[in-house]
């Protein structure tokens, strides 16, 4: 069966459910936790920039403000890598 991001012909048990073979599927995961690490990088600034500037953190809360930054760290790292990875397989899929 045919990869459906590069067409090179593997066998069905080598690809996934959505037809792609490990190194299509292992660059697509890999450009998913790049943007994955800016958009949350981006959003913890952000965060960090409102807390500093709009909330102005008391010494007794600084360990749940950082709390809140990882957090936002994870949370928007997980959307975003999710959401390119899905936005790459939708564009292989339909360049067939």
Do not use: N
């Amino acid at each position: 069966m045919p990869c459906r991001s590069c067409h090179e012909l593997y066998a069905a048990s080598e690809l996934d459910r959505y037809l792609f073979c490990p190194p299509c599927r292992q660059q697509i995961r890999r450009r998913g936790a790049s943007w994955g690490r800016i958009v949350g990088l981006a959003a913890s600034v952000g965060v960090a920039a409102y807390v500093v500037v709009a909330a102005q953190p008391s010494r007794p809360y600084l360990f749940l403000y950082a709390l809140a930054l990882a957090l936002t760290y994870v949370l928007a790292s997980r959307i975003a890598s999710s959401l390119v990875q899905g936005y790459y397989r939708a564009k292989a899929g339909s360049r067939q």
